[in-house]
């Protein structure tokens, strides 16, 4: 191989390094090492492609807004706020199965896709999740909860926006209700 062709080699296999370093950058989050919207996308439609050869295979997906993101950023600073995102993560992902995805889809919203699981399933962990966010609530700085939406294919939802859209819709309701028991509690 001559001298030219072997520098030629050299420089394709290092571009072509670098362009796997920006494409693993641009799929996942900087801040928490997690998965993107983007990935998160392809992973519900693997899952649904599976449901669909295999209808008996349900999976249910979580869209999570942390309680409070904006006022620890204004009252506190964006790099408490930042440490915030980075310590729900971790524990987001720790509280979830190996095989389950977690993502970090936008600024203080989180998703999970769970395999296997129905809606009812999907509940229980919810459930579980919303009780281990309280006990860890006093040692993370300034978290005050999440608000967490479920949506599954056990519903007849078969696409990702009709997965998304119903899991953020649940979501908000969780968040309204939240809000409301917290200004019950206040004024009694």
């Known amino acids: 191989m001559s001298k030219s062709l072997e520098t030629q080699l050299a420089i394709a296999l290092r571009q072509n390094e670098e362009l796997r370093e920006l494409l693993?950058?641009?799929?996942?989050?900087?801040?928490?090492?997690?998965?993107?919207?983007?990935?998160?996308?392809?992973?519900v439609k693997e899952e649904l492609s599976q449901h669909h050869h295999h209808p008996e295979h349900h999976f249910s997906i979580?869209?999570?807004?942390?309680?409070?993101?904006?006022?620890?950023?204004d009252t506190h600073g964006h790099s408490e706020g930042d440490r915030m995102i980075i310590e729900f993560g971790e524990l987001f992902k720790k509280l979830m199965r190996e095989y389950d995805m977690v993502a970090r889809i936008g600024g203080d919203e989180f998703t999970a896709i769970l395999p296997g699981e129905s809606k009812e399933g999907a509940e229980l962990v919810k459930q579980r999740l919303l009780q281990k966010f309280d006990e860890f609530r006093d040692s993370m700085v300034y978290f005050s909860g999440a608000s967490i939406g479920v949506a599954?294919?056990?519903?007849?939802?078969?696409?990702?926006?009709?997965?998304?859209?119903?899991?953020?819709q649940n979501m908000y309701t969780h968040k309204k209700a939240t809000r409301e028991l917290l200004l019950v509690k206040k004024t009694a």
Not at 24 to 43: I, K, N, W, Y
Not at 62 to 73: Q, T
Not at 152 to 168: K, N, P, R, V, W
């Open 24 to 43: 693993r950058e641009a799929s996942v989050d900087f801040l928490t090492g997690l998965p993107m919207r983007r990935q998160f996308e392809h992973r």
């Open 62 to 73: 979580f869209v999570i807004d942390l309680n409070d993101l904006k006022k620890v950023n």
């Open 152 to 168: 599954s294919t056990s519903e007849g939802l078969l696409s990702y926006e009709t997965l998304f859209e119903q899991a953020d």
